[in-house]
């Protein structure tokens, strides 16, 4: 079974510029979390869908960052424009909904590594 | 706020002994619990986990412990190995909601 999939690995940009990273989760899997881990911290929850729809994007830093999963597949994470903080790797994660509810593991992509200059 | 902490940023322990690691949490709305490691230029891979209706959960070398009135989890790993040489997170949540809350993390450091 494939994984999750994450393009691209590393990416460095200077600030004010755009970026966008696109994740491919596992076939299936239809919850997609994108997260943000900054160097010496725990992975923080950026956005999460369900299918194509959003159940929480509470933390979503929403005057720069955007997050679409068209067709409930694919995603991509978009930061326009990038600040010097933004630096961090910017994890993507699927999982299963469990039938008759529960809690199932998350299966997490390589991620991506940005550089904000 | 920080909801779920590891307050050893780093642990080093010999081959072939116990690692302990643990995580606090701050929520008792908080039912269940996981374990990921974490190689670097990898992402989080799921280790073990633990349902609050249990306070014991073993596989294999493995075994997560829950304390719910102190609202505290330890991962042991017995015996340890050089290839466990890692960064741990704890993960909480609350069933039903898939959403997930790490602590910032444990490098445990397995020496040969």
């Known amino acids: 079974e494939a994984g999750v999939a994450q393009s691209p690995r590393y990416k460095i940009i200077e600030k004010r510029q755009s970026v966008a990273f696109w994740c491919n989760p596992i076939s299936g899997h239809a919850t997609l979390y994108w997260y943000q881990q900054i160097l010496g911290q725990g992975p923080k929850l950026l956005i999460q869908?369900?299918?194509?729809?959003?159940?929480?994007d509470s933390q979503l830093p929403k005057d720069r960052f955007s997050a679409e999963r068209l067709k409930g597949v694919d995603s991509t994470l978009k930061i326009q424009p990038a600040k010097l903080e933004d630096s961090a790797v910017y994890l993507c994660a699927s999982s299963l909904v469990p039938e008759g509810g529960g809690n199932n593991e998350q299966f997490f992509g390589p991620g991506t590594r940005l550089t904000v200059l | 706020d920080q909801q779920v902490k590891q307050n050893s940023p780093s642990l080093s322990v010999q081959e072939g002994r116990i690692s302990i690691l643990n995580c606090d949490y701050t929520n008792s709305m908080f039912d269940y619990f996981l374990w990921y490691k974490k190689y670097p230029a990898e992402g989080p891979t799921f280790l073990i986990s633990?349902?609050?209706?249990?306070d014991k959960n073993e596989d294999g070398r493995f075994t997560v412990f829950l304390n719910k009135s102190a609202k505290h989890l330890s991962l042991h790993i017995v015996p340890s190995q050089p290839g466990d040489s890692a960064v741990y997170f704890c993960?909480?949540?609350?069933?039903?909601?898939?959403?997930?809350?790490f602590g910032t993390g444990t490098r445990l450091k397995v020496l040969a």
């Open positions: 869908f369900q299918n194509n729809g959003v159940v929480d």
């Open positions: 633990i349902s609050s209706i249990k």
């Open positions: 993960a909480v949540t609350t069933v039903g909601t898939y959403k997930y809350i």
